[in-house]
């Protein structure tokens, strides 16, 4: 888990094209769905909070957390430029895996792949029970992963991926490894970094170990974990995940103990 290291330092612009703010409205309408009084989010595994401000603008009091020390020092200097008064939004560095608030939410959320980054099977129990440990009764989890069928139907390539602003202009090269005994992918990033300013350049090599799950071993989890199943479904829609679908969103209820 100790990764986005001096990856972190440039994790906006490399997913400034990212669409937060339709991905929040989607997990905005599946809260409204399941748990329509819902006020109250706890994100686990908030990177630089680009969804958090999307859910505290629109009314949810809610707390992000973070491993990452720059991440978290991001999310709340966003904060800081704002006004603070209008935004129930809070900001914690800690581990998923065992950090406790001694608060509850209505909603507990993991998105952007957070779950596949959760590598043993232990990984994953222990951030389902972070989970219910800040649930209130009636509450409900939100989270997306890998999904084993279309990662091995639709094996990941060699991807590049160039971006840049007024300052730097960067070129991402993400080659992985996949390990079909494990269920993991390895991705090897390397990030060559162009100071426009000065025209310096650095690079940045770091590998993120992802694992893709199938829904007899989620099935499994959650049931372990004391949880319901929802919904299990592609990520942005209703569709029932198949060869193609990367990308699942699961959603689950706390059981009354």
């Not at 070129?171 to 490894?177: C, F």
């Not at 350049?201 to 099935?219: A, C, L, N, Q």
Request: aromatic share 12%; hydrophobic share 35%.
């Amino acid at each position: 888990m100790s990764i986005f290291n001096a990856y972190s330092d440039y994790y906006d612009l490399l997913y400034s094209d990212k669409d937060y703010d339709s991905e929040a409205l989607y997990i905005h309408k599946l809260i409204k769905k399941n748990n329509k009084n819902a006020s109250s989010i706890l994100n686990l595994g908030c990177g630089t909070g680009n969804h958090d401000f999307y859910f505290a603008k629109n009314g949810y009091n809610i707390t992000g957390i973070d491993l990452s020390e720059s991440n978290i020092k991001k999310a709340k200097a966003k904060l800081s430029k704002l006004n603070e008064k209008d935004y129930s939004l809070n900001f914690v560095n800690g581990d998923i895996r065992n950090i406790r608030l001694n608060k509850t939410y209505d909603v507990v959320i993991s998105l952007f792949h957070v779950m596949s980054y959760q590598i043993s099977n232990e990984d994953v129990k222990d951030v389902l029970s972070t989970a219910k440990a800040h649930l209130n009764d009636n509450g409900i989890m939100i989270f997306d992963l890998w999904y084993g069928p279309a990662v091995l139907t639709d094996r990941p390539t060699i991807r590049i991926k160039h971006i840049e602003n007024e300052n730097l202009s960067i070129r991402r090269i993400a080659e992985p490894e996949i390990f079909p005994n494990k269920n993991i992918v390895n991705v090897n990033y390397f990030i060559i970094i162009k100071d426009k300013s000065n025209n310096k350049i650095k690079e940045v090599s770091e590998t993120h170990k992802m694992r893709y799950f199938f829904k007899t071993e989620i099935d499994e989890f959650i049931n372990q974990a004391n949880f319901n199943l929802i919904s299990f479904t592609e990520w942005m829609n209703k569709k029932t995940p198949g060869f193609d679908t990367w990308n699942v969103c699961v959603v689950l209820s706390n059981k009354n103990n």
